[in-house]
């Protein structure tokens, strides 16, 4: 004979998600085109083209979205950037914002 178990959930359980974090990177007057790219490259692994079109929307609007992660993801990339233009001898910071 088969056991039926029956599971019921609350109306009121509903998965949270963590939280979102747009990261930009912003412009200065210091930083080259070439060294935003490799950034945009290795840090936040996009392709040549993609990372060309956010470099021009730093440069443009003075920051540009570089993805949308979860918090310690976004902060490890800040990171990142933050190290790999201080050994080079850039400025450049990268920021982020709740989506």
């Given at each position: 004979?088969?056991?039926?178990?029956?599971?019921?959930?609350?109306?009121?359980?509903?998965?949270?998600?963590?939280?979102?974090?747009?990261?930009?990177?912003l412009n200065d007057d210091?930083?080259?085109?070439?060294?935003?790219?490799?950034?945009?490259?290795?840090?936040?692994?996009?392709?040549?083209?993609?990372?060309?079109?956010?470099?021009?929307?730093?440069?443009?609007?003075?920051?540009?979205?570089?993805?949308?992660?979860?918090?310690?993801?976004?902060?490890?990339?800040?990171?990142?950037?933050?190290?790999?233009?201080?050994?080079?001898?850039?400025?450049?910071?990268?920021?982020?914002?709740?989506?």
């Amino acid at each position: 004979m088969a056991t039926h178990i029956h599971v019921t959930i609350d109306e009121e359980t509903q998965l949270i998600y963590p939280k979102k974090y747009k990261v930009f990177l912003l412009n200065d007057d210091y930083t080259s085109m070439d060294f935003v790219i490799d950034i945009l490259m290795n840090i936040f692994h996009k392709s040549y083209e993609q990372a060309q079109d956010i470099m021009l929307e730093v440069h443009k609007n003075n920051q540009g979205l570089c993805g949308v992660y979860t918090c310690e993801i976004a902060e490890t990339k800040i990171a990142q950037v933050r190290r790999k233009a201080k050994d080079n001898g850039f400025p450049l910071k990268a920021t982020m914002e709740e989506e």
